[in-house]
Protein backbone atom coordinates (compact mmCIF):
# COMPACT_ATOMS: atom_id res chain seq x y z
CA UNK A 1 0.00 0.00 0.00
CA UNK A 2 1.69 3.39 -1.55
CA UNK A 3 1.17 6.50 -1.86
CA UNK A 4 1.38 8.10 -5.36
CA UNK A 5 0.42 11.66 -6.89
CA UNK A 6 0.68 13.43 -10.15
CA UNK A 7 0.55 16.67 -11.86
CA UNK A 8 0.29 18.19 -15.00
CA UNK A 9 0.25 21.91 -16.21
CA UNK A 10 1.71 22.92 -12.86
CA UNK A 11 4.20 25.54 -12.72
CA UNK A 12 5.12 24.17 -9.20
CA UNK A 13 4.91 20.74 -10.33
CA UNK A 14 8.06 19.24 -7.83
CA UNK A 15 6.67 21.71 -5.02
CA UNK A 16 2.99 20.34 -5.35
CA UNK A 17 4.30 16.41 -5.57
CA UNK A 18 6.44 17.14 -2.34
CA UNK A 19 3.22 18.37 -0.77
CA UNK A 20 0.91 15.52 -1.94
CA UNK A 21 3.09 12.93 -0.60
CA UNK A 22 3.56 14.53 2.91
CA UNK A 23 -0.13 14.33 3.06
CA UNK A 24 0.19 10.84 2.08
CA UNK A 25 3.50 9.64 3.99
CA UNK A 26 0.92 7.43 6.07
CA UNK A 27 0.86 5.10 3.40
CA UNK A 28 4.45 4.02 2.92
CA UNK A 29 7.71 4.87 5.09
CA UNK A 30 9.98 3.00 3.12
CA UNK A 31 10.88 5.30 0.87
CA UNK A 32 10.24 8.03 -1.32
CA UNK A 33 10.57 9.28 -4.95
CA UNK A 34 10.00 12.12 -7.53
CA UNK A 35 10.43 12.54 -11.29
CA UNK A 36 9.36 15.57 -13.59
CA UNK A 37 9.88 16.97 -16.89
CA UNK A 38 10.13 19.65 -18.69
CA UNK A 39 8.43 19.48 -21.60
CA UNK A 40 9.68 22.09 -23.61
CA UNK A 41 13.14 20.55 -23.46
CA UNK A 42 12.18 16.98 -22.66
CA UNK A 43 14.66 16.97 -19.76
CA UNK A 44 14.14 14.65 -17.03
CA UNK A 45 14.43 14.95 -13.68
CA UNK A 46 14.89 13.07 -10.48
CA UNK A 47 15.48 12.46 -6.88
CA UNK A 48 14.68 9.12 -5.21
CA UNK A 49 16.12 7.42 -1.92
CA UNK A 50 15.41 5.36 1.16
CA UNK A 51 13.64 7.14 3.73
CA UNK A 52 10.55 9.38 4.64
CA UNK A 53 9.61 12.36 2.58
CA UNK A 54 10.93 15.04 4.89
CA UNK A 55 14.40 12.95 5.17
CA UNK A 56 14.77 12.25 1.18
CA UNK A 57 14.02 15.84 0.36
CA UNK A 58 14.50 19.21 1.01
CA UNK A 59 14.92 22.86 -0.53
CA UNK A 60 17.63 22.16 -2.99
CA UNK A 61 16.89 19.47 -4.71
CA UNK A 62 12.96 19.94 -4.75
CA UNK A 63 14.24 23.15 -7.04
CA UNK A 64 16.14 20.83 -9.20
CA UNK A 65 13.52 19.02 -9.89
CA UNK A 66 12.25 21.46 -12.93
CA UNK A 67 9.48 21.08 -15.13
CA UNK A 68 5.14 21.43 -15.62
CA UNK A 69 4.86 17.67 -15.04
CA UNK A 70 5.56 14.62 -12.86
CA UNK A 71 4.92 12.07 -10.17
CA UNK A 72 5.95 11.11 -6.93
CA UNK A 73 5.80 8.06 -4.53
CA UNK A 74 5.95 7.32 -1.28
CA UNK A 75 6.74 3.73 -0.20
CA UNK A 76 5.42 0.78 1.31
CA UNK A 77 7.06 -2.31 -0.15
CA UNK A 78 4.95 -5.72 -0.61
CA UNK A 79 7.88 -7.20 -2.41
CA UNK A 80 11.58 -6.70 -2.64
CA UNK A 81 14.34 -6.38 0.34
CA UNK A 82 14.12 -2.60 0.49
CA UNK A 83 16.98 -1.57 -0.94
CA UNK A 84 17.46 1.80 -2.90
CA UNK A 85 16.97 -0.11 -6.06
CA UNK A 86 13.43 -0.46 -5.63
CA UNK A 87 12.62 3.41 -4.78
CA UNK A 88 9.98 4.45 -7.07
CA UNK A 89 9.08 5.99 -9.51
CA UNK A 90 10.86 3.94 -12.69
CA UNK A 91 12.18 5.53 -15.57
CA UNK A 92 13.18 4.08 -18.90
CA UNK A 93 14.22 6.66 -21.99
CA UNK A 94 13.08 4.71 -24.40
CA UNK A 95 10.34 5.08 -26.22
CA UNK A 96 10.10 8.82 -25.24
CA UNK A 97 10.79 8.32 -21.91
CA UNK A 98 8.56 6.85 -19.49
CA UNK A 99 8.33 7.30 -15.67
CA UNK A 100 5.69 4.43 -13.50
CA UNK A 101 4.57 4.81 -10.14
CA UNK A 102 2.29 2.48 -8.43
CA UNK A 103 0.13 1.46 -5.36
CA UNK A 104 -0.86 -2.19 -5.52
CA UNK A 105 0.39 -5.82 -5.75
CA UNK A 106 0.38 -7.41 -8.91
CA UNK A 107 0.11 -11.41 -8.14
CA UNK A 108 1.88 -12.80 -11.11
CA UNK A 109 4.79 -10.87 -10.48
CA UNK A 110 7.12 -14.07 -9.99
CA UNK A 111 5.94 -15.60 -13.55
CA UNK A 112 6.47 -12.16 -15.14
CA UNK A 113 9.72 -11.56 -13.82
CA UNK A 114 10.61 -15.24 -15.35
CA UNK A 115 9.16 -15.12 -18.51
CA UNK A 116 11.38 -11.23 -19.24
CA UNK A 117 14.33 -12.67 -17.60
CA UNK A 118 14.26 -16.13 -20.23
CA UNK A 119 13.10 -14.17 -23.28
CA UNK A 120 15.95 -12.03 -22.52
CA UNK A 121 14.40 -8.71 -23.70
CA UNK A 122 14.77 -6.64 -21.01
CA UNK A 123 17.52 -6.25 -17.97
CA UNK A 124 15.71 -5.65 -14.78
CA UNK A 125 17.33 -4.08 -12.15
CA UNK A 126 15.41 -4.64 -9.04
CA UNK A 127 13.02 -6.58 -7.56
CA UNK A 128 10.15 -4.59 -7.66
CA UNK A 129 7.22 -5.25 -9.40
CA UNK A 130 7.03 -1.67 -10.47
CA UNK A 131 9.45 -2.36 -12.92
CA UNK A 132 7.66 -5.26 -14.79
CA UNK A 133 4.75 -3.66 -15.27
CA UNK A 134 6.72 -0.34 -16.51
CA UNK A 135 8.42 -3.17 -18.79
CA UNK A 136 5.02 -4.43 -20.71
CA UNK A 137 3.72 -0.89 -20.97
CA UNK A 138 6.81 0.42 -22.83
CA UNK A 139 7.13 -2.38 -24.89
CA UNK A 140 3.45 -2.08 -26.11
CA UNK A 141 3.65 1.66 -26.22
CA UNK A 142 6.42 1.54 -28.66
CA UNK A 143 4.19 -0.19 -30.92
CA UNK A 144 1.49 2.63 -31.93
CA UNK A 145 1.41 6.25 -32.31
CA UNK A 146 -0.92 9.26 -30.77
CA UNK A 147 -3.21 8.52 -27.89
CA UNK A 148 -3.83 4.81 -29.13
CA UNK A 149 -0.21 4.13 -28.19
CA UNK A 150 -0.94 5.32 -24.82
CA UNK A 151 -4.10 3.22 -24.32
CA UNK A 152 -3.32 0.34 -25.98
CA UNK A 153 0.06 -0.05 -23.53
CA UNK A 154 -2.90 0.57 -20.75
CA UNK A 155 -4.35 -2.45 -22.22
CA UNK A 156 -1.89 -4.70 -22.47
CA UNK A 157 -0.93 -4.33 -18.91
CA UNK A 158 -4.96 -5.38 -18.18
CA UNK A 159 -4.26 -8.27 -19.88
CA UNK A 160 -1.17 -9.58 -18.84
CA UNK A 161 -1.22 -8.02 -15.41
CA UNK A 162 -2.86 -9.95 -12.38
CA UNK A 163 -3.39 -7.96 -9.52
CA UNK A 164 -5.17 -4.74 -7.46
CA UNK A 165 -3.20 -1.54 -8.72
CA UNK A 166 -3.11 2.23 -9.25
CA UNK A 167 -0.89 4.29 -11.39
CA UNK A 168 0.69 7.23 -12.52
CA UNK A 169 2.64 7.55 -15.53
CA UNK A 170 5.12 10.48 -16.68
CA UNK A 171 5.19 10.30 -20.60
CA UNK A 172 8.11 12.66 -21.36
CA UNK A 173 7.26 15.69 -22.87
CA UNK A 174 3.31 15.10 -23.23
CA UNK A 175 1.58 14.88 -19.74
CA UNK A 176 0.59 12.59 -17.39
CA UNK A 177 -1.23 9.27 -17.48
CA UNK A 178 -3.33 8.02 -14.78
CA UNK A 179 -5.19 3.96 -14.66
CA UNK A 180 -6.78 1.35 -12.44
CA UNK A 181 -6.75 -2.20 -12.56
CA UNK A 182 -10.11 -3.68 -14.01
CA UNK A 183 -11.61 -4.34 -10.16
CA UNK A 184 -10.40 -0.80 -9.13
CA UNK A 185 -8.98 -2.04 -5.72
CA UNK A 186 -6.73 0.60 -5.23
CA UNK A 187 -8.05 3.95 -5.01
CA UNK A 188 -7.10 6.99 -6.80
CA UNK A 189 -8.76 10.33 -7.65
CA UNK A 190 -8.38 13.41 -9.71
CA UNK A 191 -8.91 16.76 -9.70
CA UNK A 192 -8.39 19.89 -11.05
CA UNK A 193 -7.83 23.73 -10.70
CA UNK A 194 -7.34 26.93 -12.84
CA UNK A 195 -4.04 28.83 -12.70
CA UNK A 196 -3.67 31.76 -14.40
CA UNK A 197 -7.10 30.82 -17.20
CA UNK A 198 -5.01 27.47 -17.72
CA UNK A 199 -5.88 24.26 -16.27
CA UNK A 200 -3.90 22.08 -13.80
CA UNK A 201 -5.01 18.52 -13.47
CA UNK A 202 -3.07 16.04 -10.81
CA UNK A 203 -3.88 12.48 -9.40
CA UNK A 204 -3.53 11.13 -6.16
CA UNK A 205 -3.90 8.23 -3.51
CA UNK A 206 -6.05 9.53 -1.74
CA UNK A 207 -8.08 13.47 -2.21
CA UNK A 208 -7.00 14.94 0.75
CA UNK A 209 -3.51 15.24 -1.37
CA UNK A 210 -5.15 17.39 -3.64
CA UNK A 211 -7.79 19.45 -1.24
CA UNK A 212 -5.60 20.55 0.67
CA UNK A 213 -3.70 22.16 -2.71
CA UNK A 214 -6.62 23.65 -4.29
CA UNK A 215 -7.67 21.12 -6.34
CA UNK A 216 -11.42 20.34 -6.62
CA UNK A 217 -14.02 18.73 -8.74
CA UNK A 218 -12.47 15.66 -6.98
CA UNK A 219 -13.60 12.40 -8.75
CA UNK A 220 -12.58 8.45 -8.16
CA UNK A 221 -10.84 7.20 -11.50
CA UNK A 222 -13.88 4.00 -12.47
CA UNK A 223 -12.85 0.17 -12.25
CA UNK A 224 -10.32 -0.20 -16.05
CA UNK A 225 -10.43 3.76 -16.78
CA UNK A 226 -7.31 5.28 -18.01
CA UNK A 227 -7.28 9.03 -18.01
CA UNK A 228 -4.61 11.25 -19.49
CA UNK A 229 -4.22 14.81 -18.81
CA UNK A 230 -1.88 16.64 -21.33
CA UNK A 231 0.54 19.42 -19.93
CA UNK A 232 -1.50 21.79 -22.65
CA UNK A 233 -4.83 21.28 -20.31
CA UNK A 234 -6.19 18.53 -22.56
CA UNK A 235 -7.56 15.52 -21.11
CA UNK A 236 -8.92 11.98 -22.12
CA UNK A 237 -10.81 9.61 -20.36
CA UNK A 238 -11.27 5.99 -21.17
CA UNK A 239 -12.57 2.73 -20.05
CA UNK A 240 -10.13 0.46 -21.18
CA UNK A 241 -11.38 -2.79 -19.72
CA UNK A 242 -13.74 -2.75 -16.44
CA UNK A 243 -14.98 -5.69 -14.52
CA UNK A 244 -17.09 -5.89 -11.29
CA UNK A 245 -15.88 -2.83 -8.74
CA UNK A 246 -14.39 -4.40 -6.01
CA UNK A 247 -12.58 -1.73 -3.92
CA UNK A 248 -10.51 -2.25 -0.76
CA UNK A 249 -12.69 -2.50 2.19
CA UNK A 250 -9.61 -2.20 4.06
CA UNK A 251 -8.83 1.66 2.73
CA UNK A 252 -11.57 2.90 4.86
CA UNK A 253 -11.10 1.07 8.19
CA UNK A 254 -7.06 1.82 8.16
CA UNK A 255 -5.07 2.69 5.76
CA UNK A 256 -6.98 6.01 4.94
CA UNK A 257 -6.79 9.40 6.70
CA UNK A 258 -10.07 10.53 7.75
CA UNK A 259 -9.86 13.78 5.83
CA UNK A 260 -9.97 12.36 2.98
CA UNK A 261 -12.92 10.58 0.71
CA UNK A 262 -13.16 7.42 -1.13
CA UNK A 263 -15.88 6.47 -3.42
CA UNK A 264 -17.61 9.64 -2.41
CA UNK A 265 -18.01 8.44 1.15
CA UNK A 266 -15.82 10.51 3.39
CA UNK A 267 -13.75 7.88 5.47
CA UNK A 268 -14.41 10.08 8.93
CA UNK A 269 -18.56 9.32 8.38
CA UNK A 270 -17.53 5.96 8.02
CA UNK A 271 -15.76 5.09 10.70
CA UNK A 272 -18.20 6.47 13.09
CA UNK A 273 -20.33 4.40 11.20
CA UNK A 274 -18.56 1.59 12.00
CA UNK A 275 -18.69 2.38 15.73
CA UNK A 276 -22.28 2.69 15.58
CA UNK A 277 -23.02 -0.48 14.36
CA UNK A 278 -20.79 -2.21 16.42
CA UNK A 279 -22.51 -0.15 19.36
CA UNK A 280 -25.83 -1.92 18.49
CA UNK A 281 -24.39 -5.42 18.14
CA UNK A 282 -22.91 -4.92 21.59
CA UNK A 283 -26.54 -3.82 22.71
CA UNK A 284 -27.68 -6.56 20.98
CA UNK A 285 -25.62 -9.76 21.83
CA UNK A 286 -23.73 -8.73 25.15
CA UNK A 287 -26.71 -5.97 27.19
CA UNK A 288 -25.15 -7.04 30.78
CA UNK A 289 -21.51 -6.20 30.02
CA UNK A 290 -20.44 -3.75 32.15
CA UNK A 291 -18.22 -1.09 30.73
CA UNK A 292 -16.85 2.00 32.66
CA UNK A 293 -14.93 3.60 29.89
CA UNK A 294 -14.45 3.35 26.24
CA UNK A 295 -10.80 4.37 24.46
CA UNK A 296 -9.19 4.19 21.06
CA UNK A 297 -5.85 2.62 20.06
CA UNK A 298 -4.73 6.24 18.53
CA UNK A 299 -4.74 7.22 15.93
CA UNK A 300 -7.14 5.47 13.12
CA UNK A 301 -10.06 3.91 15.74
CA UNK A 302 -10.46 7.65 17.01
CA UNK A 303 -14.10 8.28 15.18
CA UNK A 304 -14.91 4.55 15.93
CA UNK A 305 -14.44 4.64 19.56
CA UNK A 306 -16.09 8.05 20.07
CA UNK A 307 -19.21 7.14 17.87
CA UNK A 308 -19.72 3.56 20.00
CA UNK A 309 -19.23 5.13 23.45
CA UNK A 310 -21.78 7.97 22.44
CA UNK A 311 -24.25 5.04 21.50
CA UNK A 312 -23.93 2.93 24.48
CA UNK A 313 -23.93 6.41 26.65
CA UNK A 314 -20.07 5.41 28.40
CA UNK A 315 -17.89 8.04 28.96
CA UNK A 316 -14.92 7.92 25.96
CA UNK A 317 -11.31 8.39 27.30
CA UNK A 318 -8.12 8.77 25.72
CA UNK A 319 -6.44 6.25 28.13
CA UNK A 320 -3.89 5.11 25.42
CA UNK A 321 -1.31 7.97 24.58
CA UNK A 322 0.61 7.32 21.12
CA UNK A 323 4.73 8.13 20.85
CA UNK A 324 4.39 10.37 18.02
CA UNK A 325 8.12 9.99 16.75
CA UNK A 326 6.89 6.66 15.90
CA UNK A 327 5.61 5.68 12.84
CA UNK A 328 3.07 3.18 11.76
CA UNK A 329 4.11 -0.37 13.13
CA UNK A 330 1.50 -2.22 11.09
CA UNK A 331 3.11 -1.49 7.70
CA UNK A 332 6.57 -1.88 8.79
CA UNK A 333 8.34 -4.69 6.50
CA UNK A 334 9.71 -7.16 8.69
CA UNK A 335 8.16 -8.45 12.21
CA UNK A 336 11.12 -7.79 14.22
CA UNK A 337 10.81 -3.98 13.59
CA UNK A 338 7.08 -4.35 14.34
CA UNK A 339 7.78 -6.03 17.79
CA UNK A 340 10.50 -3.29 18.86
CA UNK A 341 8.19 -0.59 17.22
CA UNK A 342 5.59 -1.91 19.75
CA UNK A 343 7.62 -1.21 22.63
CA UNK A 344 7.62 2.50 21.88
CA UNK A 345 4.58 3.33 20.64
CA UNK A 346 1.96 3.62 22.98
CA UNK A 347 1.79 4.32 26.73
CA UNK A 348 -1.11 3.98 29.04
CA UNK A 349 -2.96 6.76 31.04
CA UNK A 350 -3.09 4.68 34.25
CA UNK A 351 -5.64 7.15 36.24
CA UNK A 352 -8.34 6.27 33.04
CA UNK A 353 -7.40 2.64 33.47
CA UNK A 354 -7.02 1.63 37.21
CA UNK A 355 -10.09 0.14 38.37
CA UNK A 356 -12.22 -0.22 35.65
CA UNK A 357 -13.68 -2.14 33.21
CA UNK A 358 -12.41 -0.75 29.95
CA UNK A 359 -13.56 -1.37 25.83
CA UNK A 360 -10.29 -0.93 23.85
CA UNK A 361 -11.24 -0.21 20.43
CA UNK A 362 -9.14 -0.94 17.63
CA UNK A 363 -9.60 -0.49 13.88
CA UNK A 364 -8.04 -4.30 13.12
CA UNK A 365 -6.64 -7.14 13.90
CA UNK A 366 -3.68 -8.17 11.97
CA UNK A 367 -1.00 -10.36 13.16
CA UNK A 368 -2.00 -9.43 16.83
CA UNK A 369 1.42 -8.05 17.86
CA UNK A 370 -0.07 -4.72 18.40
CA UNK A 371 -3.28 -5.98 20.21
CA UNK A 372 -1.64 -8.40 22.68
CA UNK A 373 0.85 -5.36 23.95
CA UNK A 374 -2.32 -3.13 24.49
CA UNK A 375 -4.36 -5.67 26.72
CA UNK A 376 -0.95 -6.54 28.67
CA UNK A 377 -0.50 -2.75 29.05
CA UNK A 378 -3.92 -2.24 30.19
CA UNK A 379 -4.17 -5.01 32.43
CA UNK A 380 -0.53 -3.94 34.15
CA UNK A 381 -2.34 -0.24 34.38
CA UNK A 382 -4.86 -1.99 36.69
CA UNK A 383 -7.63 -2.67 34.49
CA UNK A 384 -10.48 -4.42 35.94
CA UNK A 385 -11.37 -6.04 33.17
CA UNK A 386 -10.25 -5.84 28.93
CA UNK A 387 -12.69 -6.06 26.33
CA UNK A 388 -11.53 -5.85 23.27
CA UNK A 389 -13.18 -4.08 20.13
CA UNK A 390 -12.22 -4.84 16.52
CA UNK A 391 -14.03 -2.22 13.69
CA UNK A 392 -13.09 -4.95 11.28
CA UNK A 393 -14.21 -8.28 11.25
CA UNK A 394 -11.23 -11.66 11.47
CA UNK A 395 -8.74 -11.66 8.77
CA UNK A 396 -8.42 -15.17 8.07
CA UNK A 397 -6.63 -14.90 4.77
CA UNK A 398 -3.92 -13.58 3.08
CA UNK A 399 -3.94 -10.03 0.90
CA UNK A 400 -2.59 -10.17 -2.60
CA UNK A 401 -2.83 -6.72 -3.54
CA UNK A 402 -0.75 -4.43 -1.80
CA UNK A 403 -1.31 -5.44 1.86
CA UNK A 404 1.62 -6.81 3.20
CA UNK A 405 -0.01 -9.73 4.85
CA UNK A 406 0.38 -12.70 2.36
CA UNK A 407 0.70 -15.67 4.12
CA UNK A 408 -1.86 -17.10 6.05
CA UNK A 409 0.31 -18.05 9.06
CA UNK A 410 1.00 -14.43 9.95
CA UNK A 411 -2.05 -14.21 10.51
CA UNK A 412 -3.89 -14.37 14.55
CA UNK A 413 -7.43 -15.17 13.09
CA UNK A 414 -6.39 -18.02 10.69
CA UNK A 415 -7.24 -21.01 11.99
CA UNK A 416 -8.90 -20.31 15.17
CA UNK A 417 -12.18 -19.60 16.75
CA UNK A 418 -12.78 -15.85 18.41
CA UNK A 419 -12.58 -17.60 21.45
CA UNK A 420 -9.09 -18.49 20.52
CA UNK A 421 -8.07 -15.52 19.24
CA UNK A 422 -9.22 -14.13 22.82
CA UNK A 423 -7.52 -15.98 24.77
CA UNK A 424 -3.97 -15.41 22.92
CA UNK A 425 -4.61 -11.88 23.40
CA UNK A 426 -5.24 -12.35 27.30
CA UNK A 427 -8.35 -10.24 26.45
CA UNK A 428 -11.58 -10.64 28.90
CA UNK A 429 -13.69 -10.34 25.88
CA UNK A 430 -12.99 -10.00 22.10
CA UNK A 431 -15.36 -8.58 19.69
CA UNK A 432 -15.45 -8.64 16.14
CA UNK A 433 -16.96 -6.88 12.98
CA UNK A 434 -18.76 -8.92 10.92
CA UNK A 435 -18.61 -9.00 7.37
CA UNK A 436 -22.47 -7.98 7.04
CA UNK A 437 -21.92 -4.85 9.67
CA UNK A 438 -19.40 -3.66 7.39
CA UNK A 439 -20.93 -3.62 4.50
CA UNK A 440 -23.86 -1.89 5.88
CA UNK A 441 -21.68 0.81 7.33
CA UNK A 442 -20.09 1.31 4.00
CA UNK A 443 -23.61 1.25 2.63
CA UNK A 444 -22.16 -1.06 -0.82
CA UNK A 445 -21.36 -4.90 -1.52
CA UNK A 446 -19.09 -3.26 -4.41
CA UNK A 447 -15.56 -4.55 -2.19
CA UNK A 448 -12.85 -6.55 -2.12
CA UNK A 449 -13.10 -8.56 1.42
CA UNK A 450 -10.74 -11.38 0.02
CA UNK A 451 -8.85 -11.28 3.57
CA UNK A 452 -12.34 -12.25 5.36
CA UNK A 453 -14.14 -14.26 3.23
CA UNK A 454 -11.10 -15.37 0.44
CA UNK A 455 -13.62 -14.52 -2.25
CA UNK A 456 -10.91 -12.58 -4.53
CA UNK A 457 -12.02 -10.56 -7.60
CA UNK A 458 -9.10 -12.14 -9.68
CA UNK A 459 -7.34 -15.28 -10.35
CA UNK A 460 -5.16 -16.06 -7.30
CA UNK A 461 -3.34 -19.34 -9.64
CA UNK A 462 0.07 -18.03 -8.29
CA UNK A 463 -0.45 -16.60 -5.07
CA UNK A 464 1.75 -19.47 -3.36
CA UNK A 465 4.91 -18.13 -5.62
CA UNK A 466 4.27 -14.94 -4.84
CA UNK A 467 3.80 -15.52 -0.55
CA UNK A 468 7.30 -17.85 -1.37
CA UNK A 469 9.12 -14.60 -2.66
CA UNK A 470 7.55 -12.35 0.07
CA UNK A 471 8.63 -14.41 2.67
CA UNK A 472 12.37 -14.80 1.38
CA UNK A 473 12.39 -11.09 0.99
CA UNK A 474 11.27 -10.45 4.53
CA UNK A 475 14.02 -12.65 5.77
CA UNK A 476 16.68 -10.66 3.99
CA UNK A 477 15.10 -7.31 5.68
CA UNK A 478 15.14 -9.37 9.21
CA UNK A 479 18.52 -10.43 8.55
CA UNK A 480 19.66 -6.88 8.65
CA UNK A 481 17.91 -5.02 11.56
Same mark, same amino acid.
Given at each position: ????????????????? #?????????????????????? *????? #??VKDVGLVSEVFNEENINSLKGTIGIGHTRYPTVGVGDRGEVQPFFVKKPDGLGLAFNGNIVNY???????????????? %?????????????? *? #??? %????????????????????????????????????????????????????????????????????????????????? @?????????????????????????? @??? #????????????? +???????????????????????? $???????????????? %? =???????????? =?????????????????????????????????????????????? +??????????????????????????????????????????? *??? $??????????????????? $?????????????????????????????????????????????????GC
Amino acid at each position: MCGIFGVAGSKEASSEI #YLGLMHLQHRGQDATGITTCNV *ESGEV #YRVKDVGLVSEVFNEENINSLKGTIGIGHTRYPTVGVGDRGEVQPFFVKKPDGLGLAFNGNIVNYPLLKKKMKEEGRVYLT %SNSDAEVMLQIFAD *E #YEK %STGMDSVFNAVKKVHDEVIGGYAVIMIIAEKGILAFKDQNGIRPLVMGEKDVNGKKSYAFASESIALTIQGYNNITDLKPG @EAVFAGNNGDIQRRIIDADKAASCVF @EWV #YFSTVESTIDGKP +VYEIRKKLGQVLAEKITRKWPDLE $IDAVMPVPDTSRSAAN %S =LAKVLGVPYEEG =LIKNRYVGRTFIMPAQKMRDNAVKLKLKPVESVIKGKNVMIVDDSI +VRGTTSKRIVKLAHDSGAKKVYFVSTFPPITSPCFYGIDFQRS *EEL $IASNKTIDEVEKELGADKL $IYMDVGGLENALGTKELCTGCLTEKYPTSTKHVKELAELRREHQAKISEGC
